[in-house]
């Protein structure tokens, strides 16, 4: 069911700025998020140094903590 998936989006919680949504400022409409591959911690894309070069398609995204 949809309204599950939407449920458990509002939930999440950024593992770097420690919130749901990211500073106003950062980005314009819809929120990416990555998880780490280790941890399983959820970020904001924005939020994680460096997002402008990194491929979250692409490639494994691992948090400080995991490296």
């Known amino acids: 069911d949809d309204d599950d998936d939407d449920d ?3 939930k999440l919680i950024c593992n770097t700025c420690g919130k749901h949504d990211p ?3 950062k980005g314009q ?3 990416e998020w990555a998880h780490c591959q280790v941890c399983l911690a959820w970020v904001h894309q924005l939020c ?3 997002y402008e070069d990194f491929d979250f398609d692409k490639s494994d ?3 400080y903590s995991c490296v």
């Open 48 to 50: 994680v140094d460096g």
């Open 61 to 63: 995204y691992f948090c």
């Open 29 to 31: 409409g819809i929120t």
């Open 23 to 25: 500073d106003s400022g």
């Open 8 to 10: 458990d989006d509002e």
